[in-house]
């Protein structure tokens, strides 16, 4: 598995448990290097992972104003009705693609992996109609 889309993975996990328990986004960082410790044979601390750290600490930063532009975009949809998986999954990617220098159709086409295999089939249409509006705006 590529390093990147590692890295958006856990990405995702953190940004999900930082969601649903509001606690301090260094704590989710810290709590997903844990369990990365508990679940290795080798005891030694999980080596950092600079671009989970770059996504999870954008995304939430500015979560307010991402919040924004996927509510704009996602009609008849509240940001608090969505799926958890799916809004975090949205985060990331409005985030990486807007602040980050990754192009627009490799983010859309790994948040739409993540949907794939953290969500269902419906949220792969909806994710990927947020993002595109998104993309279309930004350009």
Not at 36 to 49: C, M, Y
Not at 79 to 87: N, Q, S, T, Y
Request: glycine share 2%.
């Amino acid at each position: 598995m590529p390093a990147r889309h590692r890295s958006r993975q856990r990405a995702l996990q953190v940004l999900y448990s930082w969601d649903l328990r509001r606690q301090p986004i260094n704590e989710a960082i810290s709590a997903f290097y844990d369990t990365l410790e508990s679940d290795e044979e080798n005891p030694q601390r999980a080596a950092p992972d600079e671009f989970m750290e770059t996504l999870v600490r954008g995304a939430s930063e500015h979560a307010g104003d991402i919040d924004k532009r996927i509510m704009e975009k996602s009609e008849h949809w509240r940001l608090e009705r969505m799926p958890a998986v799916d809004r975090n999954i949205l985060r990331l990617a409005v985030y990486e693609m807007t602040d980050l220098s990754t192009p627009a159709p490799v983010v859309i086409d790994e948040a739409l992996e993540l949907a794939r295999q953290f969500s269902g089939d419906e949220s792969v249409s909806f994710i990927n109609g947020v993002l595109d509006a998104v993309h279309r705006e930004s350009r």
